[in-house]
């Protein structure tokens, strides 16, 4: 997974000063309770990979319904623009899945 916290903001926002009321209220919200960025990467199943199937010693992706998929996705992309507000960033992120693993 590429993690791009910068681009992920610009895609949301026009302006820079329209990301900054927006940014700061979920950086209080993380600085009250830390706890919130992992609770997000959980429910919104960042972390989460598509499930593979072995046939004949061979991984092959198992079927899935493509509005299962597409539902999944949304909540990803949901879950890493929130935690983009949060300023969270490539080394938080690989600690905080670590912690979980």
Request: no cysteine.
């Amino acid at each position: 997974m590429i993690w791009h916290r910068i681009g992920v903001l610009r895609s949301l926002f026009q302006a820079r000063s329209a990301a900054l009321p927006v940014a700061r209220r979920w950086v209080a919200a993380r600085a009250a309770v830390p706890e919130i960025a992992e609770d997000l990467i959980r429910l919104g199943g960042v972390m989460t990979l598509q499930p593979v199937r072995i046939e004949a010693g061979l991984p092959e992706v198992a079927p899935i319904d493509p509005l299962r998929l597409a539902y999944e996705a949304g909540r990803r992309d949901l879950a890493l623009q929130l935690l983009a507000l949060m300023r969270l960033g490539v080394p938080e992120l690989n600690s905080l899945s670590e912690d979980d693993a």
